[in-house]
């Protein structure tokens, strides 16, 4: 099968999905057409990335199994101490397909910017032992992963909550709870911020994109990631960014999270920026976005390096 083919078909996985739902019909297996659409969702890559070339020696790793997880269920997970102590930390969530071995490029970034950076693997994915994921367990996944966190980084005036793409829909629902909890309880927020790169608005949204569809996505999805309802209860500074040239999740949907988010909040678009590469074609601009993040009063706005309307909005 010709290689343009195959990209085709990937690009359009959620609505053939979708109408072999309908084809199908309800009554013949909601529960196999669901488990389905996960793995078709998180499309897990085994073993390590073809690009990993091994741990640093100051990475500590970690297993994490709490009272509320199934037998034989754990996450596993990374712990990056900056060099200067008691440096701000960064709570790293990762997206789809490729578990923390590959997500290490961007990993070492940040560690590099000065930032302490914990990391986990939802169960399911590298090392951490469990079933196949669902959006209800990346969720509670995250939560562990905060708690451990905080012991770590006590300090909530320097941690900062980071998603990537999928995880992008993580951490906006860990930072809302949070953000919510605080609010109820008039106590401040256990959190500086909120970072969110390459991410979308809903699942709907982004597949309905992808696969150029009319179809009824949105009811025929069982995985949600609904992150435009939940990004103005956040509570908390926030900086969105993303690649202008990301072929996988348009900008728009950035943009349309921004404008949805209250202040203080930041948005950075970053020109020639794929879907992976926002850190380091950012440069300096995105050291001193997400550094401004840590500072007592962050500006309301910044909108990244000097673009368009019209080059935003491509």
């Not at 196999?32 to 690009?51: C, D, M, Q, T, Y």
């Not at 070339?53 to 199994?65: A, M, N, Y």
């Not at 993303?242 to 930041?266: C, I, M, T, W």
């Amino acid at each position: 099968m010709p290689a343009s083919l195959l990209a085709c078909l990937r690009r359009r996985w959620l609505a053939l999905l979708c109408m072999a739902a309908l084809v199908v019909g309800l009554p013949v297996g909601c529960a196999v057409l669901e488990h389905k659409e996960r793995e078709l969702l998180f499309r897990i890559e085994p073993g390590n990335a073809s690009w990993y070339s091994g741990l640093p020696s100051s990475v500590q790793e970690f297993e994490l199994q709490p009272k509320s997880f199934k037998a034989g269920q754990s996450i596993h997970g990374w712990w990056w101490p900056a060099e200067r102590a008691n440096a701000p930390a960064i709570l790293y969530l990762h997206g789809v397909r490729w578990n923390l071995t590959g997500q290490l490029f961007r990993i070492q970034q940040l560690q590099a910017l000065g930032y302490s950076v914990l990391a986990i693997d939802y169960r399911g994915f590298g090392q951490s032992h469990g079933d196949l994921p669902s959006e209800t367990t990346v969720y509670e996944d995250a939560r562990v992963a905060w708690e451990r966190f905080t012991l770590l980084q006590p300090d909530a005036n320097k941690r900062l909550i980071y998603g990537h793409s999928l995880g992008g829909a993580v951490a906006i629902d860990l930072a809302a709870e949070l953000g919510q909890t605080a609010a109820k309880k008039r106590a401040p927020v256990p959190a500086r911020g909120l970072v969110i790169e390459s991410t979308f608005t809903s699942l709907a949204d982004v597949a309905t994109a992808m696969a150029n569809t009319s179809l009824p996505v949105r009811w025929l999805l069982s995985q949600k990631f609904d992150s435009i309802d939940k990004i103005a209860g956040i509570n908390m500074p926030l900086l969105v960014v993303h690649g202008l040239d990301d072929r996988y999740v348009p900008p728009r949907f950035s943009e349309q999270l921004f404008n949805a988010a209250v202040e203080p909040k930041r948005l950075l678009l970053v020109p020639g920026a794929s879907h992976n590469n926002s850190m380091s074609r950012g440069g300096q601009t995105y050291r001193k976005a997400l550094d401004s993040l840590i500072q007592p009063t962050p500006p309301a706005q910044v909108a990244g390096p000097a673009v368009s309307r019209r080059a935003q909005e491509s």
